[in-house]
């Protein structure tokens, strides 16, 4: 089993030096190179001290096609047409599994034909040459988004190619993504991920690291997903990770959202040490999305008017044609253009939204019940506290495909829209948090005139993507 020690740098080394010949770009990575090029970079190009410096939430959309120049167009575009402050490059499904020979056919396939045949940008097949390219020509930095459970050679390439962030975590690009990789090989993975980027940082150079805050995207507690960036962002800083973005996935109930967001911030410099900086990332919707994209763009006008009063460090935005699937680059830019249009209106506005310390309040008890849980199962080690707290159930992820997690926690809305427990499973939260969640959801159905039942949580699932009142069981106004 693991546990949360920084490996040393002939391990380093060696793992590195056996990952070059999972692939034959592997072998293009010289990290003195890498040192080289990355101080080439002007500041404006340098992720984490653009993030870091900010005076208002950045904006960033989701964006990959697999063919170089497409990419570099559809970024500029993006950048230029959409506003975007920060930009994404989204890694194709088979990058994620490590296929790298599927992914070399489906590139292929896409540079003789107008259509794609990959979801998103194949790094590791296009080498660091390429990355090099991408990154020269845009003007705004760039990041790595993908959802690979083993990202060892994905991070070699691309931190070399000249990015400076790097998305996802042992956890959080385990239990939403995958069934067939256990945490104790994930977060032997990850230490690897982040020991490379601490190497960088001791160079001088900061690469910025951003767990994947939504986890499942399907009304997961805040909670829950608070503790699990707490604890990759303790596993990174172990490895040397200076900078780290934590991230929280928007569940609609803007008192929440604003609460949970402010909890993550507080916790995030409680929990981290001294020497990181940490900032947070708030994300647009991650549930079903309406198919009418006035309706769509009503969901992202929400999440731009919570960013206002929240104030993260850095929004991920979202397209009115999320219902589709891969958003035209056009809707893509709508979506930055809607969600930057919403803050600027709202930023300034003084917006007092009862409620909002309570909530926060509540999230940071419920959050530091979890965290303890885990310092216990582990013995004060947090990569074997994890691992023995999913196991057990103290620590839990409501609708995750992987075998890591028990699923046993199932989530619903209590009579404001905000996202309870409706089942605890045997997650480490104390009775009197428990009652206060069964206290809140009782009232609904109460108001409703139901008993509290698994249907409740099936009518939260669909009820934005179906036009419905989150939390009530309402009609839309079609019917």
Known sequence: MPRDQRLAGEELQRLANGLRDEWHTGREVDFEEAIAFHESLPPGKQFAPVLESADRPLLQP????????????????????GGADLLPTTIDSYTRDNEYEKAEEGLAASRNSDEDALNGFPAVNHGVEDCRRLVRALDTPIEVRHGTPDARLLAMVTLAGGFQSFEGGPISYNIPYTKGHSLEETITHWQFVDRLCGAYAERGVVVNREPFGPLTGTLVPPAIAIAVMLVEGLLAATQGVRSLTLGYGQVGNVVQDVAALRALGALGEEYLPDDVTVTTVFHEWMGGFPPDEARASGV???????????????????SPQEFQGVPTKEANAAGLRTTRQLIDMTIEQDIDLAGIDEEQRLIEQTTRALMDAIDRHGDGDVAQGVIRAFESGAMDVPFAPSDAAAGAVLPARDDDGRVRMFEFGDLAVPDE?????????????????RAQSFQMVADDVDA???????????ETDAD
């Open 433 to 449: 948090i428990r009652e206060i969640h069964e206290n809140k959801l009782g009232k609904r159905a109460e108001r409703e005139g």
């Open 62 to 81: 989701r964006a990959g096609v697999p063919c170089l120049e497409a990419q570099i167009d559809l970024l500029r575009y993006l950048e230029q047409q």
């Open 300 to 318: 992202i006008g929400l999440g731009g008017v919570t960013a206002a009063v929240a104030r993260p460090d850095k929004v991920i935005t979202k």
């Open 464 to 474: 934005i993507s179906d036009g419905k009142l989150i939390g009530r069981r309402g």
